[in-house]
């Protein structure tokens, strides 16, 4: 587990093995969730590079048709 020292500024620095594991670039958003007493930090995945990631999924059934009533 990494660790990190919060600077007089709150500043953080993120560990090299964490930015590597994480593909962390510099100039990259991270979210800051608080829950629990605890931070965590998610990166933020730009939409544009969630494009065709599910291309060739493969539909397991066809949606049922809904009787609506008027």
Known sequence: ??????????QISIPPEVREKLNIQPGQ????????????FVPVVPIESLFGLFKDAEIPYEREKQDRLL
Not at 29 to 40: P, R
């Open 1 to 10: 587990m990494a660790s990190v020292t919060i600077s007089p500024e709150y």
């Open 29 to 40: 958003k991270l979210e800051i969730l608080v829950y629990d007493g605890q931070m965590h």
